[in-house]
């Protein structure tokens, strides 16, 4: 597999922030649309934790290197929180560990089972189970570069895009690491392939989708996806999703926008 692990591992650090001029919003605030977007990546991003504790219950917990990148993982991920939630916080708007619990207990029975379908669902698959984990997590974080970086474009603040290109940078990495895995993985099973794509086809959905009200995705998802630029932007990770070993075809973000009656 090209990603290496180990370099990934000494060199993750978080995200930094302290050198920009947040108080730049003071003056030039964000729309209050804008705001309701980032709120939205805020609390994704601190919800990492909860997917890392689903995910540990299933075979990828095994494989070293997949649990020396989940523990780096949900650490960037933790500091995507913050350092949205500081531009959050000069705009007035707190998003902080009491919001977050307070959104897991709305979940309340579905919170609690997600581990447990989890780890049923991977004693079933077996170790093919970890090329959908690994398939379902590069689908997510092509998914929220493209997200951070259609943002940054449609927003055009200077200092929003400098924080969103910092952090698409890392989940740059993210991606390598997931891509890299399932091919390998998908490439020498056939059962993995199938499953596979059965999982996506079937139950992939817009990252957040499991955590926030259908009119916050649908919200964000035309905000950022919206137009022949929005479209364009999803056909592109479709196509990367496509390319993976017997996922052709595939247009799993294109299906979701049409769902959700984004044009």
Partial sequence: ????????????????????????????????????????????????????????????????EVGAFLTMWNREEFWHGEALAAVLAVHGVTVDYDALKAARLKLGWRDRLDPIKQSIAGALVGRDFIAVHMSWGAANEWSAITAYQRMAELEG????AELLSRIARQEARHVAFYTSQARARLAESERAQKITRFALSKFWAPVGSSIQPKSEVE??????????AGRRAARKVDDSIAALPGMAGLTIVQDALDGLGVR
């Avoid at 603040?157 to 929003?160: C, E, H, T």
């Avoid at 919200?219 to 022949?228: F, N, P, Q, S």
């Fill in 1 to 64: 597999m090209a990603f290496d692990i180990d370099r990934y591992t000494a060199t993750s650090e978080r995200v930094a922030f302290d050198d920009l001029d947040l108080d730049h919003f003071r003056v030039h605030p964000l729309p209050q649309a804008t705001l309701r977007t980032l709120r939205y990546m805020t609390e994704v991003e601190y919800h990492t934790v909860c997917y890392t504790r689903d995910l540990l219950t299933t075979p990828s917990h095994g494989e070293p």
């Fill in 219 to 228: 919200h964000v998802m035309r905000a950022l996806m919206g137009g022949d």
């Fill in 157 to 160: 603040d200077p200092v929003l």
